[in-house]
């Protein structure tokens, strides 16, 4: 096996909480790239290795809607925090705990971006799709029920377990024996099926 | 998106152009015995592994269980739903 391919098999491995976090899981040694761009404080790479690696991941994730001019290093104490966050408030699932924390902090960030960079922010609008706690109350508050009400269980659990439950394309081709490109298809489907119901949910955009 | 907290907005109150058929059972069913018989197969792998073939083999575990949970909660939905159209 070619060492980028065990790298990528190592990384994609479920492991036990506490296990070290392998530089190839932040997919494709992201964070090694960072600190090499003197964009990560050496500091800020020892709390990403003290992360759970669940949480971990989120960091790759979250730095990707955000553009480069974010300090990674403040992503990272904000990431750390969410998980002690989300330890000390016993939630069932860390790592959605964590990231409903991180999001609402990168949200916050972007919305006052927006509102100081964007010609054409509506604020009355951010302000209906967050909720009073500034969170992404529309967003968050879809659950399963939601989802397969509006989509059907074929299209939804396929939405469901990409979105949700972190499914590879590849693994949910494997279960339901079609290829890749009909899951992929299927998934955009339903997202945008999701997206239209949460638009007309909350009124024309003016 | 969340597993289970109470829905503020009025995503649940919106109409879906068609409710669940019976193809729609039908279809929840084979993948819920196909989930079964995954999760089946994985339990049994799992109580002669190695500890270091555990974690894999428990994590597909979780998924299989998932699925389970996902396709009992909407058939659960649509039986509620039933009930609710049932005449009195």
Known sequence: ?206 | MSAGSPLRSGLRAMPVAEGPGPEEVVAVATDLAQAAAQLVAAADALVTAPPEARPTLRATLYRWQTVLALGARRLAQVGAGRQDRAPA
């Not at chain 1, 994609?12 to 530089?23: D, F, I, K, V, W």
């Not at chain 1, 991180?102 to 604020?123: E, I, N, P």
């Not at chain 1, 009073?132 to 989802?147: C, F, H, M, N, Q």
């Not at chain 1, 339901?176 to 299927?186: L, M, P």
């Open chain 1, 1 to 206: 096996m070619s060492p980028r391919l065990d790298r990528e098999r190592r990384a994609t491995e479920p492991r036990e909480p506490g296990q070290p976090l392998l530089r190839a899981d932040l997919h494709g040694g992201q964070v090694a790239r960072w600190a090499r761009a003197g964009r990560l404080h050496p500091a800020s790479r020892e709390v990403i290795a003290a992360l759970d690696p669940a949480v971990g991941q989120l960091l790759y994730w979250s730095c990707r809607d955000l553009d480069a001019s974010v300090e990674l290093d403040d992503v990272v104490q904000t990431l750390a925090l969410a998980q002690l966050e989300a330890q000390a408030a016993a939630e069932p699932s860390l790592r959605l705990g964590a990231q409903r924390r991180l999001r609402r902090w990168v949200w916050r960030v972007r919305w006052g971006r927006g509102r100081q960079r964007r010609l054409a922010w509506d604020d009355a609008r951010m302000q209906s799709l967050a909720g009073p706690d500034s969170g992404l109350a529309a967003a968050e508050e879809i659950v399963w029920d939601d989802v397969v009400r509006l989509l059907g269980w074929r299209d939804g659990v396929l939405v469901w377990l990409w979105a949700v439950e972190e499914w590879s394309l590849s693994e949910l081709s494997a279960w339901r024996a079609v290829s890749k490109q009909h899951i992929w298809r299927r998934v955009r489907r339903g997202l945008a099926r999701l997206r239209a119901a949460l638009a007309a949910d909350h009124g024309p955009r003016r």
